[in-house]
Structures are given as C-alpha cells and as structure tokens.
C-alpha cells in the first residue's frame, strides 16, 4: 500500500522497526517537502516488499558501479518522474535514504546519493566515501555523499 509523505505532520509510518525511526522520518519528510517545494510533486513510498523491481534496479547500480551490496534491510521504496528525470528512493532500517537520479536525456547528470539519518553510525558498506553534514529542520543533521553513475540502465 502506497504512502504520501506528509512533510508537516512527519510521522513513521512504515519505518517503525527502525533504531532511528524519528531521524529516518524526517529525512523522508526532508525529501518530500523539497520535491513538493521545486516540483509541486507529492512524494508516494511503497513498502521494500511490493517493490522488488525498485530493488532491483538500484542494487544493480550499486553492485555494477561500486560493487556495493548493503546488509541493511530495505524497508520502503519511491519511484517516479519530474520533468527529465528519473528518482528511485530506498529507505532502509538502519537510517540510510539513498536516491538514485538519472537523468532520461544527459548522461552527464546521473548519480546515486547517500543521506545518513542523524544518530546512525557510517555503514561499513560506504566506509571509504566522505559524508558533508546539512542542517534541516525536518531531519536534524544530515550526512550525505554520492557517486555519480557511468553506465547506462
């Protein structure tokens, strides 16, 4: 069942088996109010177990580009379009919010992106990227990183 991220109420609905449950809500709400903001698009989850294909494509990227496979469990994923550019979401239990964007028509503007929930430890998966911190309202201190992807999908 599908879920509209509600960035004014921030609520952990479907994040619950989370240790940074509240940090990993507002980084959703975080990512939902700028999509709402720049793109007037409400930002929809699904749960990681009715989205397989979502896993798919993003583990593909992750494991052909950086041989990256994370050991945390996915827990809900977002798929969707604005203007020329493709997002993929996951959210996964131990605070990670990855995206994915890519870009339908410049191979120049596709990256994968790390935000790391306040409270959770570096995974050892990314262990040799640099995180810089950004302040939010919404999230409290967010680490984020990203690579940006060579390959085509």
Request: proline content about 3%; cysteine-free.
């Amino acid at each position: 069942m599908s879920y509209i991220v509600d960035f004014k109420n921030v609520s952990t609905v479907g994040l619950e088996s989370s240790p940074v449950a509240e940090a990993l809500a507002g980084l959703r709400a975080n990512e939902a109010r700028y999509f709402m903001t720049k793109y007037k698009h409400e930002f929809t989850v699904i749960p990681a177990s009715e989205s397989q294909e979502n896993l798919d494509y993003v583990n593909r990227i992750l494991k052909e580009e950086r041989n990256i496979e994370f050991a945390a469990k996915p827990l809900e994923t977002s798929q969707f379009q604005v203007e020329n550019i493709q997002f993929t979401y996951v959210f996964y239990e131990d605070g990670l919010g990855l995206n994915v964007m890519y870009t339908v028509d410049d191979s120049k503007k596709r990256a994968v992106g790390f935000k790391l929930s306040e409270g959770m430890e570096v995974p050892a998966e990314l262990g040799k990227f640099k995180f810089a911190r950004q302040k939010s309202k919404l999230a409290g201190t967010i680490r984020g990183s990203f690579f940006v992807i060579k390959g085509q999908y």
